[in-house]
T-cell receptor
Framework: DGGITQSPKYLFRKEGQNVTLSCEQNLNHDAMYWYRQDPGQGLRLIYYSQIVNDFQKGDIAEGYSVSREKKESFPLTVTSAQKNPTAFYLC?????????????FGPGTRLLVL | RKEVEQDPGPFNVPEGATVAFNCTYSNSASQSFFWYRQDCRKEPKLLMSVYSSGNEDGRFTAQLNRASQYISLLIRDSKLSDSATYLCVVNDFTNDYKLSFGAGTTVTVRA
C-alpha cells in the first residue's frame, strides 16, 4: 500500500527536551511538508522540502528543525526552544512543489507537554 | 484579517437534508481552491478541487464566486458518514502561493 506514515501517534515531551517526529512516504513524491494544527485554527506550515537535501522555512519555523537526507523521509524535531509545542502535527507530500497541487497527509502525531 | 475564513458551525442536519456553507478568502489573486474533509482526530483528506465553472462529485457540489471571493460546498441527501469538519484551502498569492487553510466548518448529520 502506498502512503504516508507518521510515528509515534502520541508523543509526550518533558520541559527542555527535544523530540523527533517521524514521517515516511512511499509515494515517490518529491515534495514534503510539515504542518501544525491547533484547535480552532487552520493548519500552519512549519517547514517544507522540494527535494532531497533541501528544505525551506514555513510560516512558523521557530523552535523546529528538519532534515531531508532521503526522498522518503522528512523528520521533524521539536526543540526546547518551541515554548508551546502541544499540537497535532501533520506531515504531507505531493508529487512536486506546486502549491496548487493536491497534498496527501499522514495520520498525524499528537504532541503533549508533560 | 485571515486569508481564509469559515463559519465554524456546527451545522446539525437530519439525514437526507441538504446543507451548504461558504468560505471567504481575502486575496483576489488566489488561483487554486480545494475542499478537504477531516474526521475527528484524523488527517485531512481531499474532498474535491474547486474549478471556476463549479463542479460536482456525486452528492457534493462546489462553487467558486470570484467577484465576491468565496467558495461554497453543498451536500445533498446527507448521510451519517458525512459528519466531519470541512476545511477550505486556498493558495495564498501574498505568501508565495503557499496553501492557506481555513479553520473548518463542522457538519453533524443526525439519524
Amino acid at each position: 500500500d502506498g502512503g504516508i506514515t507518521q510515528s509515534p501517534k502520541y508523543l509526550f515531551r518533558k520541559e527542555g527536551q527535544n523530540v523527533t517526529l517521524s514521517c515516511e512516504q512511499n509515494l515517490n513524491h518529491d515534495a514534503m511538508y510539515w504542518y501544525r494544527q491547533d484547535p480552532g485554527q487552520g493548519l500552519r506550515l512549519i517547514y517544507y522540502s522540494q527535494i532531497v537535501n533541501d528544505f525551506q522555512k514555513g510560516d512558523i519555523a521557530e523552535g523546529y528543525s528538519v532534515s531531508r537526507e532521503k526522498k522518503e523521509s522528512f523528520p521533524l524535531t521539536v526543540t526546547s526552544a518551541q515554548k508551546n509545542p502541544t499540537a497535532f502535527y501533520l506531515c504531507a507530500s505531493s508529487p512536486a512543489l506546486k502549491w496548487g497541487e493536491t497534498q496527501y497527509f499522514g495520520p498525524g502525531t499528537r504532541l503533549l507537554v508533560l | 484579517r485571515k486569508e481564509v475564513e469559515q463559519d465554524p458551525g456546527p451545522f446539525n442536519v437530519p439525514e437526507g437534508a441538504t446543507v451548504a456553507f461558504n468560505c471567504t478568502y481575502s486575496n483576489s489573486a488566489s488561483q487554486s481552491f480545494f475542499w478537504y474533509r477531516q474526521d475527528c482526530r484524523k488527517e485531512p483528506k481531499l474532498l474535491m478541487s474547486v474549478y471556476s465553472s463549479g463542479n460536482e462529485d456525486g452528492r457534493f457540489t462546489a462553487q467558486l464566486n470570484r467577484a465576491s471571493q468565496y467558495i461554497s460546498l453543498l451536500i445533498r441527501d446527507s448521510k451519517l458518514s458525512d459528519s466531519a469538519t470541512y476545511l477550505c484551502v486556498v493558495n495564498d498569492f501574498t505568501n508565495d502561493y503557499k496553501l492557506s487553510f481555513g479553520a473548518g466548518t463542522t457538519v453533524t448529520v443526525r439519524a
